[in-house]
């Protein structure tokens, strides 16, 4: 969004970030197998297409590498104040006035909202209390040593499926708790060759181009079974029942790893190494809810008591709580919480009446497919142009606009008070 904003001319904006450093997600989740689930030739800017990446699915160092390059290639860096988390935003009539955690009252025309969603970690409500390390897979504790450790894994979720195996073979004995299976596809990933690499880089953006746009429209497939008909989604249903059923050769266990549900009602995960790993020796997959936490161990609904040294959750993010919870007054008085009181929504997923020149990246009802970068892409141009007319560079103060921020609303040409 801050590059669209500078290419349009706009550069009296600055991004408020909660944290010390770009990176967002990226930036946060360093647990073991983290990596985009999405192919990485789709999972960039458009307009900045990178023909290096060293895997299909690229690894979460080289995502975070890309961001930051970014940030410094287009000049954003400048315009990012770190370690300003916005707790407040009031719209006054004209403008929003703008509050950080550390005191700090800017005001601005317009603020776009880009505080993404998978930044606040959903623990499960469980009685008792566990002694040992326990830690989300968000929030990684890489000072705890698994080696020969009893852990208990809760959830089965996108982050689970990555760090699962990574963990089962140093573990003593991995207990893995599953509330609702999910369906999983094949992952195709590979090492992308010198070669490849080498052809990405030909003279102009044909090569990369055509190679991202053939994976979007692999995975647009699925778009015509949510939004068609869901018997469409058969084809993808049987590629995850073929890819169980080759992975995963006891009855029993293939049977509580099926889920009972339309596959696309729940996201689609993808992974070659996480069926696997549930075949171990040393590892469990518990289908019945938790009930109790005692220091070392879960107890399980039928009384069964699964010893642990350590608790790891992988339970996913507060999603939509990311907006709600937040302090944002709109015109009159109107809080988002009452005016989303009746259901989260906004128009396009963007702006929601009663709130002038508030603006979400990841607004309700976005996130529903694998092409989230892609819409963003196409997001922030029609942005732009909504915002007012941008300032001339040499000029005063000019008109105050917002920015992106990686974590927080950003504001733009703003003036503290």
Same mark, same amino acid.
């Given at each position: 969004m801050a590059i669209k904003l500078k290419e349009s001319g706009y550069h009296d904006f600055v991004i408020l970030e909660k944290a010390e450093d770009l990176g967002g997600t990226w930036r946060d989740n360093t647990y073991p197998g983290c990596a985009c689930d999405v192919p990485s030739h789709m999972y960039s800017y458009s307009f900045e297409l990178n023909p290096a990446w060293s895997r299909m699915f690229s690894p979460q160092e080289e995502i975070w590498e890309y961001i930051r390059a970014c940030g410094w290639k287009y000049g954003i860096?400048?315009?990012? /104040?770190?370690? #300003?988390?916005?707790?407040?935003?009031?719209?006054?009539?004209?403008?929003?006035?703008?509050?950080?955690?550390?005191g700090e009252v800017m005001r601005a025309n317009a603020v776009i909202s880009a505080i993404g969603a998978l930044h606040i970690p959903k623990f499960p409500e469980i009685a008792g209390r566990f002694a040992g390390p326990s830690f989300h897979s968000a929030e990684w504790d890489h000072s705890v040593d698994l080696k020969n450790k009893r852990v208990a894994v809760i959830g089965t979720g996108a982050s689970a499926v990555q760090f699962v195996p990574r963990i089962a073979p140093e573990a003593a004995h991995l207990t893995l708790f599953q509330r609702t299976p999910a369906w999983i596809h094949p992952k195709p990933d590979f090492a992308v060759s010198p070669a490849m690499r080498q052809a990405l880089r030909l003279p102009g953006a044909g090569p990369p181009r055509a190679l991202r746009n053939g994976i979007y429209w692999a995975l647009e497939t699925r778009a015509l079974g949510f939004a068609v008909d869901p018997r469409l989604m058969k084809m993808h249903e049987r590629l995850a029942l073929r890819h169980l059923e080759r992975q995963v050769p006891d009855r029993e266990l293939r049977r509580k790893l099926t889920p009972d549900y339309t596959i696309g009602c729940k996201r689609i995960l993808v992974s070659s190494d996480f069926y696997p790993a549930l075949s171990r020796e040393n590892v469990t997959l518990v289908t019945e809810g938790i009930t109790e936490l005692r220091d070392h161990a879960v107890v399980d609904a039928t009384g069964g008591e699964h010893p642990a040294d350590v608790v790891i959750y992988g339970t996913g993010f507060r999603v939509?709580?990311?907006?709600?919870?937040? /302090?944002?007054? $709109? /015109?009159?008085?109107? #809080?988002?919480?009452?005016?989303?009181?009746?259901?989260?929504?906004?128009?396009?997923?963007?702006?929601?009446? $009663?709130?002038?020149?508030?603006?979400?990246?990841?607004?309700?009802?976005?996130?529903?497919?694998?092409?989230?970068?892609?819409?963003?892409? /196409?997001?922030?141009?029609?942005?732009?142009? $909504?915002?007012?007319?941008?300032?001339?560079?040499?000029?005063?103060?000019?008109?105050?606009?917002?920015?992106?921020?990686?974590?927080?609303?950003?504001?733009?040409?703003?003036?503290?008070?």
């Open positions: 860096d400048p315009h990012i /104040r770190y370690g #300003k988390h916005v707790v407040s935003l009031e719209y006054l009539g004209r403008e929003w006035e703008i509050t950080t955690a550390d939509t709580d990311a907006l709600q919870e937040q /302090r944002i007054v $709109g /015109r009159e008085g109107l #809080k988002i919480q009452d005016a989303w009181q009746d259901g989260i929504e906004a128009y396009y997923g963007i702006t929601t009446a $009663g709130f002038p020149n508030l603006f979400f990246l990841l607004g309700p009802n976005t996130g529903l497919g694998p092409h989230l970068g892609g819409v963003h892409d /196409r997001v922030a141009g029609p942005l732009c142009h $909504g915002l007012p007319a941008p300032a001339v560079e040499d000029g005063g103060e000019g008109d105050r606009t917002s920015g992106p921020s990686g974590s927080e609303p950003s504001t733009s040409g703003c003036r503290s008070g």
